[in-house]
């Protein structure tokens, strides 16, 4: 089992950055997918971003393409987002999380483990 804690959240302007990070005890990192995924207030858990173990493959949904990075440091246990030209769509709770299986996914019910959130509120 592995628990994720993520950290970086705060408060941006519109058109600022942000970077999350998404630490991991237990286990090592290197054994899992990883996801980023946000919710917003009276709204779904949405997919935003997908690595696969090595980082060699990544996925974005297209509201965040070409503003947001996934990256990840298996030998510090952590993986990161990137977060760019923020918008204020882009305010929500985000959250990481971890698949076991090998493959990526940006269903949340395909991931195993999850962390508590980070808050990102982008003002206008």
């Known amino acids: 089992q592995v628990q994720l804690v993520e950290s ?18 237990g286990r090592t990192l290197s054994a899992y997918v990883m996801g980023w995924f946000r919710q917003a207030p009276g709204k779904e858990r949405e997919f935003v971003t997908t690595i696969t173990r090595s980082g060699d493959f ?10 947001f990075a996934v990256s990840r440091d298996n030998a510090k246990n952590t ?6 030209s923020l918008k ?37």
Do not use: F, I
């Open 8 to 25: 970086g959240g705060g408060l941006v302007q519109a058109g600022g950055s942000l970077r999350l990070s998404c630490a991991a005890s």
């Open 58 to 67: 990544t996925y974005y949904a297209d509201y965040v393409q070409d503003r």
């Open 79 to 84: 993986v990161y987002l990137q977060m760019n």
């Open 88 to 124: 204020s769509e882009d305010t929500a709770v985000y959250y990481c999380a971890a698949r076991k299986a090998a493959d990526v996914s940006s269903r949340p019910h395909e991931y195993d483990y999850w962390g508590q959130g980070t808050p990102v509120t982008v003002s206008s």
